[in-house]
C-alpha cells in the first residue's frame, strides 16, 4: 500500500457525461500529479499541484480540469466524455516538486460507454 | 516541449541473463531520473533513481547509468528472475517546472 488513495477504483458512464476523479496523497506529501494511462500506453502527464497551487501542466485536454484543495486531496473533473476518454487514471503525491520518488495510487479505471 | 524517449518497447531475455533498457531525455535541465517497475494490474512503482551529479547507482542486481552529455541514461538489470517480468517506465524532472515526464515504457519477458 503506498499510502495515495483514489476513488472510485472502476468507472462506467456514458459518452457526454462528467465525472470527477479523487486522490488523497500520502501524508505530508504536498505534491499530486495526474497521469492517463491507456491501453499499451505510457503514462501521460496531465497536471500537477504544490500546496494547493496548479504547478504543471501537460497535454491535458480542455474537457478535463483538476484542483487541490486545501486539506491537499485532489479531484480530476473530466467532462463531456469521449469513447476515447476509456483508460486508467492514476495519482501520484511526493513530499517535493518534481524530484524524489512519486508515490502511486491504485488507479481509476474509467470506461467510457 | 519536454520528452523522454525510451527502447526498446519490448524486450525478452532468457531467464539468467541481462536486460537493459535505454532513454534519452530533451530538457538539459533535468536532474533527477527514476525508473519504475509497473507488474500487470498494479500501480508502478519506484525501483531506482538517479540525480545529476552521480554517474551510475547500483542496487542488488539493478543498476542505472547517466551520461549528462548525450542526455542518456540506462537501466541494466543482470541475472533476471521470472519476477523480474513487468513494465519499465523511466522518467526525467526536476526541469523549470514541477513535471515528472515519462517514457512509453519497455515490456520486460523473462523467457524460462
Known amino acids: 500500500d503506498s499510502g495515495v488513495t483514489q476513488t472510485p477504483k472502476h468507472l462506467i458512464t456514458a459518452t457526454g457525461q462528467r465525472v470527477t476523479l479523487r486522490c488523497s496523497p500520502r501524508?505530508?506529501?504536498?505534491?499530486v500529479y495526474w497521469y492517463q494511462q491507456s491501453l499499451d500506453q505510457g503514462l501521460q502527464f496531465l497536471i500537477q499541484?504544490?500546496?494547493?497551487?496548479?504547478?504543471a501542466k501537460g497535454n491535458i485536454l480542455e474537457r478535463f480540469s483538476a484542483q487541490q484543495f486545501p486539506d491537499l486531496h485532489s479531484e480530476l473533473n473530466l467532462s463531456s466524455l469521449e469513447l476515447g476518454d476509456s483508460a486508467l487514471y492514476f495519482c501520484?503525491?511526493?513530499?517535493?516538486?518534481?524530484?524524489?520518488?512519486?508515490?502511486f495510487g491504485q488507479g481509476t479505471r474509467l470506461t467510457v460507454v | 516541449g519536454e520528452n523522454v524517449e525510451q527502447h526498446p518497447s519490448t524486450l525478452s531475455v532468457q531467464e539468467g541473463d541481462s536486460a537493459v533498457i535505454k532513454c534519452t531525455y530533451s530538457?538539459?535541465?533535468?536532474?533527477?531520473f527514476p525508473w519504475y517497475k509497473q507488474e500487470l494490474g498494479k500501480r508502478p512503482q519506484l525501483i531506482i533513481d538517479?540525480?545529476?551529479?552521480?554517474g551510475e547507482k547500483k542496487d542488488q542486481r539493478i543498476a542505472v547509468t547517466l551520461n549528462k552529455t548525450a542526455k542518456h541514461f540506462s537501466l541494466h538489470i543482470t541475472e533476471t528472475q521470472p519476477e523480474d517480468s513487468a513494465v519499465y517506465f523511466c522518467a526525467a524532472s526536476g526541469m523549470r517546472d514541477d513535471k515528472i515526464i515519462f517514457g512509453k515504457g519497455t515490456r520486460l519477458h523473462i523467457l524460462p
Open positions: 501524508s505530508g506529501d504536498l505534491s
Open positions: 501520484a503525491s511526493s513530499v517535493s516538486r518534481g524530484e524524489g520518488e512519486a508515490f
Open positions: 499541484y504544490y500546496n494547493g497551487e496548479e504547478r
Open positions: 530538457d538539459s535541465a533535468s536532474n533527477y
Open positions: 538517479i540525480r545529476s551529479n552521480v
